[in-house]
Nanobody, 120 residues
């Protein structure tokens, strides 16, 4: 199983960037796919989540209205479209896949992360 993020890079304040998370060895249709970010010396922040059934996605308050998560089932890929980016959103962005295996068991997979740098 492998998750590979891409689309990171350098962007100016106010700019937009789309991240991709492509899975292999698993079907994203069976998993909830989440995005989180980790900045140096800051706590991890859960940014967005899309369920297997594509019900209303979750967004952190800090990104509502600016970030959009979506799926491409045919390509086994989840996207995170981000706009109006801010310097404080400079971080490594990770995608993860989770599904339940029982009441207290989960099957989790994580990508290696992609660096996003927002210049001021």
């Amino acid at each position: 199983v492998q998750l590979v993020e891409s689309g990171g890079g350098l962007v100016q304040t106010g700019g937009s960037l789309r991240l991709s998370c492509r899975g292999s060895g698993l079907s994203f249709d069976d998993f909830a796919i989440g995005w989180l970010r980790q900045a140096p010396e800051k706590e991890r922040e859960d940014v967005s989540l899309i369920s297997p059934t594509n019900t209303v996605p979750y967004y952190a308050d800090s990104v509502k209205g600016r970030f959009t998560v979506s799926r491409d089932g045919a390509d086994n890929t989840v996207y995170l479209q981000r706009s109006s980016l801010k310097p404080e959103e400079t971080a490594v962005y990770y995608c993860g896949a989770r599904r339940g295996r029982g009441p207290f068991e989960f099957e989790d997979y994580w990508g290696q992360g992609t660096q996003v740098t927002v210049s001021s």
